[in-house]
């Protein structure tokens, strides 16, 4: 099976979900400076997640670069790491508009940590087919980049709850 | 006619369908947990219609990859099913709005049966151009299996406006 | 110049434009086959809408895959068929919302009349770059069709306007 | 490093940007010609944002086709660029709604001038990728149209605040 489709569907659903997040950012009643300063949460989590969506795009481009040939089980890991994507703007909005509150906060590395793992999911499929002396599963070497990027969400989850979800969102800022 | 035009705006229109779905998922108001709560009759029909796009992209895939030719019609053919998809995410929004109501249900039901039937169509007017003879006629065989889920939706529409929608709820799920 | 990134980029907008439509179609408030009834005349005009970007999508597949080389000018006429039609879907709305009145199905015309004016200049300039003698050149012909097109569009806007107008909306109707 | 997939998820964002703008036209009240008279304005910023984003994707067509090679930091100019478009939806639709205030013209100036500085670190990598010899290079040459815009944006933003936005935005027009 031939990767170009996939490519293709990724590269669209990944452009849209970068876009649609700019919907949120509601158009301002005033005219003024003051009126786009309750938008200034919704920029920063956008700006944000934006690079969040290009960290995934990039990663993607390069996975996918040194990957031959495809089977089947590997468009549905795609799908599942697109699914946890697609919940980005959601969240996204939500931290805007609610001002960065504690459950939002946490809710939003729920979502990057699922993402992760998908991610990691995808890789060890794509691994599987190319065999373990391929260049992918060389390049990709031990996966101590991912192991500690799951750990960051994970203390950005309990920081925000359990602390204060300036922490929290801290954490996924460091990160990148 | 080569085929690469129509998968790209097909890959396009999918990827769309798939991610505006999640504009329905409306930010909630509050910040807690409990503010999530009326959403997640919405995040569940997302969920579903999620993985039956997904298989719908997943199957559009694996049966132009069989084909090497096309015809004008068959662009129309693949158009009436990208109609009835595109209605995926009007009716999923409806369902989780109205938490689960019988007619949205039932609704639900009867635009997945039409896209299957456009499906098929599809699928003969591809036969059509390539022979019986071709890869694609046997790996396609007899169509049991399109036949079974056409009955599914029948059961799951019947069963949403006699019985319960929850039932017929149950249908769509059982399916993939 | 080579035509793959106009054609990637011309399927990207006529997607998407064909999908927003959809968006139009607010979720109704009841749950029943009643609350449904106000959104007939927005699917009404949703479909026909659908059939018309299906068939730009359609026509400017077969006027590029005759084609060969592309030139600058080329980009900004297809840049200017590409703006009519997306208002295709403010139009289409305003329609559905406010039941086919007279204005709204004028306007409907208008843009319909553009679109086939722009469509008439790109297929021009592409004549042009490819020669009198080339297969595009003779596969157009004389332009008929496009004629009668424009005379229809112009007999509905003043239907519209001046009688009734479903006699105008029966004019865009009956053309495809 | 290939470069299809850099465009085709540019061609991807842009496609989606310049079509998600027309959603900013909300369907008026009324159905008559005076109810479509408030989105003039809207609908006028429409035009000129659809002009900005169509050159953008002219120049980046032009720029990529010259291109032979990309290395990682290409990728993160080209999507500091696509961040920067992102923003023009939002800032055209607040100058339609408000009726060109001083504040919203100033801020479109501000995100096209900074969509152009985006643009030239862009070109400059490339430039070091492609070599000093290279035919993209050449045909570059020195960047006085880059600077020349860069001014005018300057201009446009000071009118808007100074003096009165309809200068300001004056200045826009009469760039491209």
């Known amino acids: 099976m031939t990767k170009g489709r996939l490519e293709a569907f990724s590269d669209g659903v990944l452009a849209i979900i970068i876009t649609i997040m700019v919907l949120e950012l509601k158009i301002p009643e005033g005219y003024t400076f003051e009126a786009l300063k309750p938008l200034l949460h ?38 599942h790491l697109l699914f946890w994507l697609s ?14 509150k504690a459950f939002p906060v946490a809710l939003y590395g729920v979502v990057l940590f699922m993402a992760a793992i998908a991610y990691t999911f995808l890789v060890r499929a794509l691994v599987k087919v190319e065999g373990k002396d391929s260049v992918l599963a060389k390049s990709i070497g031990n996966d101590a980049k991912g192991f500690i990027s799951l750990l960051f969400y994970m203390t950005g989850i309990l920081l925000s709850i359990f602390i204060h979800p300036w922490f929290g969102y801290a954490c996924y800022i460091i990160l990148p």
């Open 87 to 100: 919940l980005v703007p959601f969240v996204t909005g939500w931290i805007g508009e609610q001002q960065m």
């Open 42 to 79: 919704t920029l920063v989590s956008y700006v944000l997640s934006f690079i969040y969506i290009g960290i995934y795009w990039n990663n993607h481009h390069h996975l996918f670069q040194s990957v031959k040939q495809i089977k089947g089980n590997v468009l549905w890991h795609n799908m």
